[in-house]
């Protein structure tokens, strides 16, 4: 696994928000932010899980996100929020970790 970002929920609007419909949030800074601070900001009937838009989470890169999901509790199964992306959300010890995998381009 490999460090990707730091997921912060918050409920202030901040400049260059990107809107994700299907999960009903707005998601900013992860490229502007030298520490990959992703800002997220819900609305209030997003479908995710309180405990995304509640607490912050980790996020890591891995190469197989299947084999990474092996043995854990997932909170959100895998997804693709963004072309050649695929996302899941699992519990440990009580706080959301996201695991990505990006598909090469190569």
């Known amino acids: 696994?490999?460090?990707h970002h730091l997921g912060i929920p918050t409920t202030v609007e901040r400049a260059g928000?990107?809107?994700l419909p299907q999960f009903g949030m707005y998601v900013s800074g992860y490229e502007t932010s030298p520490y990959?601070?992703?800002w997220m900001r819900f609305e209030p009937?997003?479908?995710l899980p309180e405990l995304v838009k509640t607490v912050p989470h980790v996020a890591f890169e891995v190469d197989?996100?299947?084999q990474a999901?092996?043995?854990k509790r997932v909170l959100i199964e895998p997804?693709?929020?963004s072309s050649g992306v695929m996302v899941a959300f699992v519990v440990d010890d009580g706080a959301p970790?996201?695991?990505?995998q990006i598909q090469s381009d190569g």
């Open 97 to 100: 970790v996201e695991l990505l």
């Open 17 to 19: 928000e990107t809107y």
């Open 45 to 47: 009937d997003s479908p």
């Open 64 to 66: 197989d996100l299947a």
């Open 69 to 71: 999901l092996i043995g």
């Open 1 to 3: 696994m490999r460090y």
């Open 36 to 38: 990959r601070i992703q």
């Open 79 to 81: 997804n693709s929020p």
